[in-house]
């Protein structure tokens, strides 16, 4: 098919590349616009961006999609279908009718569950035993549309953010190849209004940890925020990111450290933290972090 990607960060590019390797015509890329990035603010062009140079797709990057040349331009690509995925623009209802067969969003969720912005970090701090991804037929409305396609997967006791995020992208690769090899054969799924849940947008106000709520909500907050925005609290006056963690035995004051492990009580339960991060320095495994910065059984956090 003649395709137009419309996509952004690095999870978006595993689709591409998967799309480009099953023999798929990419008519142009479309991806957010290179922002300042790093010390001197030089600027940085997206993950999508830079993989569709080094593959020779054309690349363009406008600010909306809203005026009447930007949708003439698109339209003027005469593509068959477009394929979106963490694209970062709102798509005009022009831009929706303008491929043959419409625009087809991946959403890392089981729609209607965790439509919006941050579904794989809100299914981990909800406690999800599942999720997986759905190829959506897009409407106008925020991941409101029929369900073409879904793939479930559980979600590990001690997987993080980071970890789901790299299993989801490599799923919606393979599942997006699936739905277009069969396009004309797949029944459009309407979305039931029963379970309907919002992924709200990650504020970094929610990632300081609060020691005296139960240990599975720690241990969930911990590893959904993880990497970014990265859970934090204070040891020994410093601001640490907690990284990764696992529930733990034992009991004790909230935010008492409880070995020389770095358990740590809750107020029910305890938590173990498995990785960390000083300010200034990189991630490290708790063993490699305790070395340079002994945290003492009895210490508060």
């Not at 933290?273 to 070395?291: I, M, N, S």
Request: hydrophobic content about 45%; aromatic content about 4%; glycine content about 10%.
């Amino acid at each position: 098919m003649r395709i137009v990607f419309m996509g952004t960060p690095e999870f978006s590019v595993l689709v591409l590349d998967a799309l480009v390797e099953a023999g798929h015509e990419i008519a142009a890329v479309y991806c957010q616009p290179p922002r300042p990035a790093g010390r001197g603010k030089k600027e940085r062009p997206t993950p999508v961006h830079a993989r569709a140079e080094a593959l020779g797709l054309e690349v363009r990057y406008p600010v909306s999609l809203k005026g009447a040349e930007a949708q003439a331009e698109f339209a003027a690509l005469a593509a068959d279908v477009a394929v979106v995925v963490a694209y970062g623009l709102i798509l005009p209802q022009a831009i929706l009718d303008a491929p043959e067969k419409g625009c087809l969003n991946i959403h890392a969720s089981l729609l209607p569950r965790w439509r919006g912005a941050a579904p794989i970090h809100r299914a981990i701090m909800a406690g999800d035993a599942e999720t997986g991804v759905c190829i959506m037929q897009m409407d106008a409305g925020l991941d409101t549309g029929p369900v073409l396609l879904r793939k479930a997967t559980k979600i590990g006791a001690e997987e993080t953010t980071a970890q789901l995020h790299d299993r989801l992208s490599d799923m919606g690769a393979a599942a997006i190849v699936e739905a277009l090899a069969q396009l004309d054969d797949l029944v459009p799924e309407v979305q039931p209004e029963e379970g309907v849940t919002y992924a709200a947008k990650i504020d970094k106000a929610e990632a300081q940890v609060d020691w005296s709520a139960p240990a599975q909500e720690v241990d969930r907050k911990i590893r959904g925020l993880s990497p970014f925005p990265g859970a934090w609290c204070e040891i020994e006056g410093q601001r640490v990111k907690l990284l990764a963690s696992r529930l733990a035995e034992g009991a004790g004051a909230a935010g008492e450290v409880l070995d020389d492990a770095l358990t740590v009580a809750c107020g029910s339960g305890a938590v173990q933290l498995l990785r960390l991060q000083r300010a200034g320095k990189g991630a490290q495994d708790a063993d490699v972090f305790l070395r340079g910065f002994p945290v003492t059984q009895g210490a508060r956090l």
